[in-house]
């Protein structure tokens, strides 16, 4: 794919520079990977990025740090999304580097952003850009965020996937392990042991965070108010709704909202 090898070819290219690139080509991009680590920043709707093991969800004003040579696909559901990549060559300092996670945008790191909002292209290590984009990279660990934790486990298993792909399309409805298991002929032992031995996660967590999933989506692109959007999901307690949303992306629905809509 030509749009895929010029892509790699630039971020490669020149391998000593920090490359800052705002164009939104990886969203239409298979699985590739860099020679160099990637900082990813999404602003405005929700990414999902793809790997070998995991959909991840990135939300509005959140980044993902993905370390060098990580096979990854990028991936998006709205018109107003918009993308900053930077990339930063040479080896990793190791701990927080080494692994992929996805944090919120820091009001400092906001600021930073806010500074370099023009620069564009590769930077090299004798200009002072390069070295301003190394301490931002620098101040990512320092920071000590917590990691949002959306991250949905993927299988090759056909039996599996039509079953998710069913729960996908039921939200509303009162999906119980037992009523999964009799739909799908299968009984509640098996149905369990296929979540915890090919997504290792429960029945029970893999729905909620479909629904958070799709809460994220809906208070994005839709005008239902909280209480609709969390009876479109599946909950008849909008507190609950509230409570798993906070459990699984640190913040409450109407703070979703609110950071959607900035």
Known sequence: ???????????????????????????????????????????????????????????????????????????????????????????????FYDEMGIYPVSKLLSEMLSFSE?????????????????????????????????????????????????????????????ETAKQWGISVRSLTRLFQTKLHITFIQYVKMLRVIRAMELIKDSNLNMTEIAYEIGYSNISAFSNNFYQLTNMRPTQFKAMSSS
């Not at 990580?70 to 190791?94: A, C, E, R, V, W």
């Not at 079953?163 to 009162?174: D, F, K, P």
């Open 1 to 95: 794919m030509e749009i895929l090898k010029q892509l790699i070819d630039s971020v490669d290219q020149n391998p000593d520079s920090i490359l800052v690139v705002r164009q939104q080509t990886e969203q239409r991009l298979p699985s590739h990977q860099h020679d160099k680590a990637q900082l990813l920043l999404v602003f405005g709707g929700i990414a999902y990025l793809q790997t070998d093991e995991k959909d991840f969800y990135i939300p509005a004003h959140h980044y993902i740090w993905i370390p060098k040579n990580y096979p990854h696909n990028l991936m998006f559901n709205t018109q107003d999304l918009h993308i900053i990549n930077i990339y930063f060559p040479g080896k990793s300092p190791g701990g």
């Open 118 to 178: 023009k620069w564009h292209g590769d930077y090299y290590r004798e200009s002072w850009e390069f070295e301003f984009l190394t301490t931002l990279r620098n101040v990512l660990p320092k920071e000590n965020l917590k990691k949002f934790s959306i991250q949905l486990p993927t299988t090759e298993d056909q039996r599996l996937n039509a079953i998710v792909e069913g729960l996908r399309n039921t939200l509303t409805e009162n999906l119980t392990l037992e």
